[in-house]
């Protein structure tokens, strides 16, 4: 199967669970699309303007999830985990249903929907796909979070950096590519949050649906949590599984170099606005030529702009 050309999945396929922050019961079907449909969201439980589309410009609320609304208000939360699946798996095309306004936690990472893609297939056409290639470095910095995005030849890579005054968490970082390494450590990680935050959460009106189910929960100088951690680096794994997610919302694979420090959604989409407030910054280039291996890659002549 070529990289080159356009995919889908080759069957719908389902899932229940509810909504971290809601706590609401949802019921998620992905299906098959056509070329050039990109992926789309459709919430059932509506009648009448319930399509919503997943776009860094439809960013609504980046607050501790990834929000998209609709000219009419309509929303979808949560979309990160399942975005960075489609993404990852290189799924250019799918229609999501949903019969409430939030995505399934479901364990709290990208692992279920990663497991369940590949189990369904991917159906390739014999349309190109289309990437975002950066020209210009752009970078965006609030307080100590800090986020820059550089030019990379055919790939796209993620530096990330966390650093908690919680000892058992403390300081963490990790680099991914994310078209050529094994990226399973990063889809199996689980979001996570403080003992002492759970509260706050809960005050804000998030949080509802979290358990120690889909969460880790950490507490002092350990986990709550019985399993313990699935790798050594889950925490900042998790954070860059939320950014591969955050970046699909440009629509196409991004081909860049990012680097992260304390950062989260709202520096992510930001850093994207920065990024289309001007075309010199970057390309739009569509694949020519058969096949290459998933890292697109260490092949620059099969890259033609059609900016």
Do not use: M
């Given at each position: 199967m070529s990289v080159l050309s356009q995919k889908t999945l080759a069957k719908k396929i389902s899932f229940s669970g509810i909504g971290?922050?809601?706590?609401?019961?949802?019921?998620?079907?992905?299906?098959?699309?056509?070329?050039?449909?990109?992926?789309?969201?459709?919430?059932?439980?509506?009648?009448?303007?319930?399509?919503?589309?997943?776009?860094?410009?439809?960013?609504?609320?980046?607050?501790?999830?990834?929000?998209?609304?609709?000219?009419?208000?309509?929303?979808?939360?949560?979309?990160?985990h399942l975005m960075a699946a489609f993404l990852g798996l290189g799924i250019d095309n799918a229609i999501v249903e949903l019969d409430s306004q939030e995505v399934p936690i479901l364990d709290g990472s990208a692992k279920d929907f990663v497991k369940t893609l590949k189990k369904a297939g991917l159906k390739e056409s014999d349309i190109p796909i289309k990437l975002i290639k950066i020209n210009n470095r752009i970078e965006y910095q609030e307080g100590n979070k800090y986020i820059s995005l550089d030019k990379s030849n055919t790939t796209l890579e993620i530096e990330f950096e966390i650093n908690y005054e919680n000892q058992f968490?403390?300081?963490?970082?990790?680099?991914?590519?994310?078209?050529?390494?094994?990226?399973?450590?990063?889809?199996?990680?689980?979001?996570?949050?403080?003992?002492?935050?759970?509260?706050?959460?809960?005050?804000?009106?998030?949080?509802?649906?979290?358990?120690?189910?889909?969460?880790?929960?950490?507490?002092?100088?350990?986990?709550?949590?019985?399993?313990?951690?699935?790798?050594?680096?889950?925490?900042?794994?998790?954070?860059?599984?939320?950014?591969?997610?955050?970046?699909?919302?440009?629509?196409?694979?991004?081909?860049?170099?990012?680097?992260?420090?304390?950062?989260?959604h709202s520096l992510t989409n930001k850093l994207l606005r920065k990024l289309f407030s001007d075309n010199r910054n970057y390309s739009l280039l569509e694949i020519k030529g058969k096949s290459l291996p998933h890292s697109l890659v260490n092949n620059r002549h099969n890259l033609k702009s059609i900016a």
């Open positions: 971290i922050h809601t706590g609401d019961p949802v019921n998620l079907n992905i299906l098959p699309s056509s070329p050039n449909s990109g992926i789309i969201f459709k919430r059932v439980d509506l009648t009448e303007n319930n399509i919503v589309i997943p776009n860094f410009e439809n960013v609504s609320d980046a607050t501790l999830c990834t929000t998209i609304s609709n000219q009419h208000g309509v929303k979808v939360s949560t979309i990160e968490i403390q300081k963490q970082i990790n680099k991914v590519n994310v078209f050529e390494d094994e990226l399973d450590d990063v889809f199996n990680s689980r979001t996570f949050c403080l003992h002492e935050d759970i509260e706050k959460l809960k005050k804000l009106g998030l949080g509802k649906g979290g358990s120690l189910e889909n969460a880790i929960v950490v507490h002092d100088d350990k986990i709550l949590n019985e399993s313990g951690l699935r790798n050594q680096n889950e925490f900042v794994n998790h954070k860059i599984l939320d950014c591969i997610g955050d970046l699909y919302l440009v629509g196409y694979r991004l081909i860049g170099s990012l680097k992260c420090r304390h950062g989260g």
